[in-house]
């Protein structure tokens, strides 16, 4: 649903590790109703934009304990996800992310 959407999203390098990125993004549910929160795929790229790796994250890999999946996101308001990950081998320039609700 384009009701729900990702207002700011970027991939921050970690000072002190090489091999450790954190993504950083922000939910907003435009709607005037709670939703279910998406899943979020993440793919990262190279230098020429081709894709490196992709990973797809469920809500409850990225929710804070505080957060409860059942209840969702409620109407207009918004949710900080922050995502370490470890990237070992690749050397990404670039990335995308998306979300979307897998088909029932």
């Known amino acids: 649903t ?3 959407g990702i207002e700011s ?3 921050q ?3 002190v590790n090489e091999n450790h990125v954190s993504l950083n993004a ?3 549910n435009r709607a005037p109703y709670a939703q279910g929160f998406p899943n979020l795929e993440l ?6 934009d081709q894709p490196l ?3 797809v994250f469920r809500p409850m890999e990225y929710l804070s304990p505080l957060d409860k999946e059942s209840a969702g996101l ?3 308001q918004e949710i900080t ?3 370490p990950l470890n990237i070992t081998g690749l050397k990404p320039m670039g990335y995308r992310l998306m979300l979307f609700y897998p088909s029932r």
């Open 2 to 4: 384009n009701l729900m």
């Open 13 to 15: 390098a970690d000072p």
């Open 81 to 83: 996800i922050r995502l």
């Open 26 to 28: 922000l939910l907003h």
């Open 74 to 76: 409620l109407p207009n």
């Open 53 to 55: 790796a992709r990973r």
């Open 9 to 11: 999203s970027e991939l």
């Open 43 to 48: 793919t990262l790229n190279d230098g020429q």
